[in-house]
């Protein structure tokens, strides 16, 4: 169990699964503008405790997918 070991470990799983997963661990809020991403599948394995930035900016650089911060809101596009 990866979470038991400090990671997050997330294997051909929606878009929308992971960063809800992530907004509660980093408490930030996470707001989908294109709803077609949503679904859209990815694998992640990155420890629990890297710098959230550097994850969403992992899952940019998987797929065709735009993320922005701004303060404690991620916005999807």
Known sequence: MA??????LFE???????LNELARWY???????????????????TRRHENFEEVLRLIEQTRAVQIEVKGNNVFVK
């Open 12 to 18: 051909n799983e929606r878009l929308e699964i992971i």
């Open 3 to 8: 979470w038991k070991q400090g990671y997050f």
């Open 27 to 45: 408490n930030v809020n996470v707001f989908f503008e294109n709803s077609s991403v949503r679904d859209e599948r990815f694998s992640v394995d």
